[in-house]
């Protein structure tokens, strides 16, 4: 049981580029997250997935797309990358409906130059 | 919406001491009250939670205390040591919804 798993775990990319964070649960939740904590910072919430084939904007939607594949998998897009996208995203996964814990994955670094 | 916040942002005690750390919450809907734990360069992860039925609630040195009327709650670790540092998050949701909303963090630091 790998719990919540995320490729990459680093990244370096240059400002305009584009690329997929993936991230995957074995564990049979309904919500997916993605999350951002830049240095120093807490968590603020990118979007999140409540059940399959739904997504939702949480705080800081811009500049990111997502898609919901299946069950397990919730993916997070940087269409044209920017310097201010550099951050730790986290990925988790909680239970909807029923007071749910999160648990999170292990964290992608991202540097955009 | 929901609103979190968490106080202190910074926190140091000497080992063996207690460390508090406080929360409020906005909407008097909230029932899921979850803290994590997050040691430098790891993930969050759930240390402990309560529910809005319950008051108080421990897991060996730690305690959470929550009080619905003041919408307040905390959590308290006693006889803190070296692996205690870490930044603390508490969260607070409401079991219909879909999301939590995360406090910015308390870093605490326990001196040798």
């Known amino acids: 049981n790998a719990g919540v798993t995320q490729t990459p775990k680093f990244q370096v990319l240059k400002t305009g580029q584009s690329m997929t964070l993936q991230c995957a649960q074995d564990?049979?939740?309904?919500?997916m997250y993605w999350y951002r904590q830049d240095p120093g910072m807490g968590l603020r919430l990118i979007y999140y997935?409540?059940?399959?084939?739904?997504?939702d904007k949480g705080e800081v939607p811009n500049g990111y797309n997502v898609s919901r594949l299946n069950k397990r998998e919730f993916s997070l897009r940087l269409e044209s990358a920017a310097p201010s996208q550099t951050s730790v995203y986290f990925c988790a996964s909680g239970q909807t409906g029923d007071q749910e814990t999160q648990y999170f994955g292990p964290g992608t670094r991202l540097l955009v130059l | 919406g929901e609103n979190v916040e968490q106080h202190p942002s910074t926190l140091s005690v000497q080992e063996g001491d207690s460390a508090v750390i406080k929360c409020t919450y906005s909407?008097?809907?909230?029932?899921?009250f979850p803290w994590y734990k997050q040691e430098l360069g790891k993930r969050p992860q759930l240390i402990i939670d309560?529910?809005?039925?319950?008051g108080e609630k421990k897991d060996q040195r730690i305690a959470v205390t929550l009080n619905k009327t003041a919408k307040h709650f905390s959590l308290h670790i006693t006889e803190t040591q070296p692996e205690d540092s870490a930044v603390y998050f508490c969260a607070a949701s409401i079991s219909s919804a879909s999301k939590i909303i995360f406090g910015s963090g308390t870093r605490l630091s326990i001196r040798p």
């Open positions: 909407d008097s809907a909230s029932n899921y």
């Open positions: 564990m049979n939740h309904n919500s």
């Open positions: 997935s409540a059940s399959e084939g739904t997504t």
């Open positions: 309560i529910r809005s039925n319950v």
